[in-house]
């Protein structure tokens, strides 16, 4: 397999065949026992995020707001304790969305789920909508290992990305696969970079790294 220079290599982490399955499993597990399933990069990332966004100032806990690729939306669930109220999530996963609207019910928190494909937002209930935060935690990751040309989707991702946000809207991040610096290289034409959020260190071989880069974004066209 060819990987061309700046690309990551694909995998079945790309596909929706992969996510499917998680969620299906997740799903059953839910049923079975209330299990909601895994928290993508961990509880330390997830309340960084939502902890940004609830105690900056240029967002208002009346913004529209979506988690692009909710999965299981543990992340919406965690804002709407923290009094955000103009919630969406969506998933292109079926089951993903069926678990968090399972979730969301348990939690008796107000969320708007959605079956949505980030990569193809023109035929999409979401066409017509514009939000003021965005949020993602591994997707843009997931849309980086698409085993069909992985750079046209994440293209794709991007063009979608700001037609969804308003002007000067905010977008909060999470990457386990690209470092800060390829993030800023990317997001560089239609984003600046408000803040870098601390993410658990490691070291290994005697250098030091972090697992997630974390940060948040100010669309800027």
Known sequence: MVVMA??????????????????????????????????????????????WLE???CVGKDFNVLDIGCGNGVTLVEMAKRGFVNLTGCDYSLQAVEL?????????????????????????????????????????????LNPENSKHCRELYKKSLCQLLNTNGVFALASCNWTLDELKDFFKSDFDLIEELPSPKFTFGGVAGQSVTSCIWRKIS
């Open 6 to 51: 700046g690309e990551l290599p694909s995998s079945k982490l790309g596909t929706i065949e992969h996510w499917n399955e998680v969620y299906e499993k997740e799903l059953a597990d839910f049923e079975d026992t209330g299990d909601e399933g895994e928290i993508w990069f961990g509880e330390h990332t997830l309340k960084k995020l939502v902890g």
């Open 55 to 57: 105690n900056n100032k």
């Open 100 to 144: 968090a609207r399972n979730i969301a019910k348990r939690e008796t928190v107000k969320i708007d789920y959605m079956v949505m494909d980030i990569l193809d937002l023109e035929n999409s209930a979401l066409k017509e909508r514009h939000f003021d935060v965005c949020i993602d935690k591994g997707t843009y990751d997931a849309i980086s």
